[in-house]
Each structure stands twice: as C-alpha cells, then as structure tokens.
C-alpha cells in the first residue's frame, strides 16, 4: 500500500481503467484521487444528471463523461468501478458490474443487508474479481498508529471505548444516522479490536423525519471484556470526531479534526493488595501526555492504491469484502435492537475474519 509521496510499487503494473459512478457528493473525491494515482488511469465518470457530469469535468479535464450505467459494464476497455451512490443501490450496481465482469470498489456500507453481501461477495469469487468496500478510516495513520499501539501491549488490557461522531447533516433519504455514520466508527472498532461484539444494545430517535433515525447511542459488549459506546448524530451544533480508548496502562484521545488527532496519557489507576483484611488502596497515576507523530498521508488516496493493487495482483485488500460483511452484520443488529425498544441482540456471524 503506498502512501502519496511515498516509496512504493507505482509503476510496477499497468493503470487500472476505472469508471466512477456517481459524482454528486462523495465521488468527486474520488475522482481527484484516481486523477492523482500512478496505479489508475484513465477515469470515466457516470452520472444521469448532465450538469454534475459537466461541473465535474471542468474541474478535472481528460475525464470521460458517461450518463448511462450500461455504457460502463458494456465498455471492455473499463475494468473497475467505484460506487459512490445511496446505499440502497449499492447492490443492484454492484452485482451488474461483478457479473459484467467488472472489479468493484463500493462506498461504505457494500449493501442494505447482510444477506445482499454474501451474494455479492460469491459473485465476486465466482467471476474472479476484486470486491472492496470503502472503509476510508482503515487507510487513516492515526487509525494505525492506534491499532499498532493496542497490539503492541502499549494500552494493556481495553476496558472501554467511548466515541463521538455528530455534525449538523447531512440527512440521507434513504438510510439512519446508523447505517451513514455508524460504519465508520464499527469498521475502527473491528479494526482495532479485531473480534465481534457478542452484544449489542441501542436506542434512537427519529427528530426530523419519520422512522428515519438521525440520532443514536450504540452499546457493544465484546468478548474480551472490553465495551464501547458509539454516540451518532446529524442534528450537533458542531462537528465532533473523538474517541476516547481507556486501557489498564495508557489511555489515548483520538480527535480526527485536531492538528495533534493522537494523544497518549499515561494515567491510570492501580489496586494494591490489602495491608489488612477488607482495606485495598487505590493509586491514581497520572503520567507524561505524549503527541506521537503522524504521518501526513490522505487515507482515500492510499485506499485507492489499495484497490488498484488487489485488482491487478489479487491480493486481499486491507478493506476486505469480509469486513465489509461484518460491519453489516453488526449494523442489523443494532436494527433489531432498535425495533425492540433497545433489547440486547447479538451479531449474526460464525466467526470472525478482516
């Protein structure tokens, strides 16, 4: 996986040929990437909506412009597709491209259920293609130097995760706060954890549209004893990405809108053995607060050199069709949890596999 300006592999194999569908708010960011990636080239951007095609092509010259999806799986000369519409479409588009023959890179979520992506994930091994959804914050230094600090021992034993992820919009027409949101912080989670939560609890509210939830409070119990709170939101007077892990040595603050998004404090609490019978002694520790360097790398960018790298050495990307799956099955858990009233459910997944 190579970082921009890093040392890499860029050239060691031919540009993948890919088509961008859907650029009116997320794809256009995809777009600038593969424009700038060594390992992708030349890009086809499909929309049904002329005027964004057009703006989208004024700010990025040498693009093609395709207004119906058919011309892309019909195109041999295109071998990839990035997916950047709602999630309810996310299958049916997906699907066609797998049959067509296509490698498929799907924004998050991969599709609206879990049963959706097992179909898509046999397609995507029956026809011998790449299926990689977009969990960006996989690709994220902060997010890595994190997971290297938890498997390094540097935390000790997680007792908890607390995160924060609200802002002021964007209501989506057709997903809850927990299915737009709620995939960021559960692939993080999973990431970092690497085990599934055995269960899950949450409650909502639906302020602005009806069944449409644009508040939550997500509660996962693992089985390793760690738990995490997961607060999502659209309707926040200002945007919040923080998340807070407490281990049994150090404690981190991780803040994705700070110019320091990693701090490390020392601090914790230590329980001494009784001098006498019935009398334990807390110690309180608090430490050196440590900002360590991060590097400076756009996780979308290295994403993208991901894919490129799978679909031409068929390779498992980081972002692996079995995550995607996952977060999924964790998403309808929360659903069904939701549904009763914020019963406790758990994750409907044999096992654990990224």
């Keep these: ?21 859907g650029v009116g708010y997320w794809g256009p960011n995809l777009v600038r990437n593969l424009q700038e990636l060594p390992q992708a080239g030349p890009v086809t951007i499909c929309d049904r909506r002329s005027e964004i095609l057009e703006r989208v092509a004024v700010r990025h010259p040498g693009v093609r412009t395709c207004l ?30 797998l049959r067509a023959g296509k ?40 997010v890595n130097l994190i997971r290297d600090l938890i498997h390094a ?27 737009d949101l709620g ?15 055995q269960q899950v609890s949450a409650i909502s509210r ?58 490390v404090f020392d601090s914790g609490v230590d329980l001494s053995d009784p001098q006498t019978f019935g009398e334990y002694q807390l110690t309180y520790r608090t430490g050196d607060i440590v900002s360590p360097r991060v590097d400076v790398a756009e996780p979308l960018y290295r994403e993208l050199a991901d894919f490129c790298t799978a679909v031409r050495t068929g390779t498992r990307p980081q972002s692996s069709a079995q995550l995607g799956l996952q977060v999924v099955e964790v998403l309808e858990a929360v659903d069904r949890s939701l549904a009763l009233g914020g019963s406790v459910e758990t994750v409907s997944s044999s096992s654990f596999r990224i």
């Design 1 to 21: 996986m190579s970082a921009r300006g890093e040392a890499g592999h860029e050239d060691a194999f031919e540009p993948v040929r890919i088509a961008v569908v």
């Design 68 to 97: 119906e999806y058919d011309e892309v799986l019909a195109d041999p000369a295109i071998e990839a597709v990035c997916i950047a519409t709602p999630t309810s479409s996310h299958y049916a588009l997906a699907a066609a491209a």
């Design 103 to 142: 490698h498929v890179f799907v924004e998050k979520p991969l599709a609206d259920s879990a049963a959706r992506v097992r179909e898509l994930i046999e397609l995507a091994a029956e026809h011998g293609r790449t299926l990689m959804p977009g969990h960006t914050f996989l690709y994220s230094p902060p």
């Design 153 to 179: 021992g540097e935390l000790g034993e997680i007792y908890f995760v607390s995160t924060s992820r609200v802002n002021l919009g964007l209501h989506q027409p057709d997903a809850s706060v927990v299915w």
């Design 183 to 197: 995939p960021h912080d559960l692939s993080i989670l999973l990431y970092w954890l690497e085990e599934l939560p």
């Design 206 to 263: 639906s302020c602005i549209y009806p069944d449409t939830p644009d508040v939550a409070f997500l509660n996962f119990i693992f089985g390793s004893g760690t738990i995490a709170h997961v607060e999502l939101s659209w309707l926040a007077p200002s945007k919040l990405r923080r998340t807070a892990i407490v281990g049994s040595e150090k404690m981190v603050i991780y803040d994705d809108t700070s110019n320091e998004p990693v701090r």
